[in-house]
Nanobody, 123 residues
């Protein structure tokens, strides 16, 4: 079973940049497709981005397409979310998640979750 720990959250100005990291332990990361989700106060958890096992394919929510980039370094057992030009509406707790299921684009496919990292975007 894989354990996930997010880091890199914090306060960022709108239009700036921030990079989130998710480090895995317990199992090699290359066994999993990975994704980022987020949950704003009072809202449901939403899908942000996903990446396949070796990074050949990526999938993004429309709200972040062109601004956020998901990537992975399996040698470091780490997945990243580069957040460029963030907006105040991107403020949320960001979670990374892992799945071994084929439907890596489906939000319900993800079985393993980190504890989350807070991202706050100021205007």
């Amino acid at each position: 079973q894989v354990q996930l720990v997010e880091s890199g959250g914090g306060l960022v100005q709108a239009g700036g940049s921030l990079r989130l990291s998710c480090t895995a332990s317990g199992r090699t990361l290359s066994s999993y497709a990975m994704a980022w989700f987020r949950q704003a106060p009072g809202k449901e958890r939403d899908f942000v981005a996903a990446i396949t096992w070796i990074g050949t394919s990526k999938h993004y929510a429309d709200s972040v397409k062109g601004r956020f980039t998901i990537s992975r370094d399996n040698a470091k057992n780490t997945v990243y979310l580069q957040m460029n030009s963030p907006k105040p509406e991107d403020t949320a707790v960001y979670y990374c998640a892992a799945t071994q299921k084929n439907d890596w684009r489906g939000g319900s496919s993800y079985d393993y979750w980190g504890q989350g990292t807070q991202v706050t975007v100021s205007s």
